[in-house]
């Protein structure tokens, strides 16, 4: 019985290599992100509770179109330490995304599945800059009228 258990046990763990396994390193849950920009990076703490250092391979899946994850993330974590790594994203539209995020180590899944909520506003960067502008144009403006209104004053009075 006990070689047909462990036989069972063997098959399955040849067969399912994907499933996570019980690991020491593990995705740390955080918080609520703000993506105000095009393209940027998330956060991601990731922590090695194990007495030897682990390379590992960060992954993330948006939940929606309006976040694209653009690359892996690939770190070595010094033993019983944590370490923050940076998934590259680019927004395509506005709205709330669940980013999944998780770890593999030499190939294998290990530590569970995370969800991240990203609120994505990617055009807010542009409608800063113009706000920007246009304050400093309104100033120019005003400066320059009375800096003439004031000459005009000196030469005629």
Same mark, same amino acid.
């Given at each position: 019985m006990k070689r047909l258990l462990t036989?069972?046990? /063997?098959? @399955?763990?040849?067969? =399912?290599?994907?499933? =996570?396994? =019980?690991?020491?390193?593990?995705?740390?849950?955080?918080?609520?992100?703000? @993506?105000?920009?095009?393209?940027?990076?998330?956060?991601? #703490?990731?922590?090695?509770?194990?007495?030897?250092? =682990? #390379? /590992?391979? @960060?992954?993330?899946?948006?939940?929606?179109?309006? @976040?694209? /994850?653009?690359?892996?993330?690939?770190? #070595?974590i010094p033993a019983g330490s944590s370490q923050v790594a940076e998934l590259a994203v680019r927004a395509v539209a506005n709205g709330p995304v669940e980013l999944e995020v998780w770890v593999e180590e030499n190939g294998v899944e290990v530590g569970k599945r995370e969800l991240i909520k990203v609120n994505v506003n990617y055009d807010v960067e542009l409608f800063l800059l113009v706000s920007f502008a246009f304050a400093m144009f309104g100033l120019i403006l005003i400066g320059s009228y009375r800096t003439v209104r004031k000459l005009r004053r000196r030469r005629n009075g």
């Open positions: 036989l069972i046990l /063997v098959a @399955l763990s040849v067969l =399912a290599p994907g499933i =996570a396994q =019980a690991s020491d390193v593990y995705v740390v849950p955080g918080s609520e992100v703000n @993506l105000v920009a095009k393209d940027g990076r998330i956060p991601v #703490t990731i922590k090695n509770d194990s007495s030897e250092s =682990a #390379t /590992v391979i @960060l992954h993330g899946k948006a939940s929606s179109f309006r @976040l694209e /994850v653009l690359e892996d993330a690939e770190l #070595t």
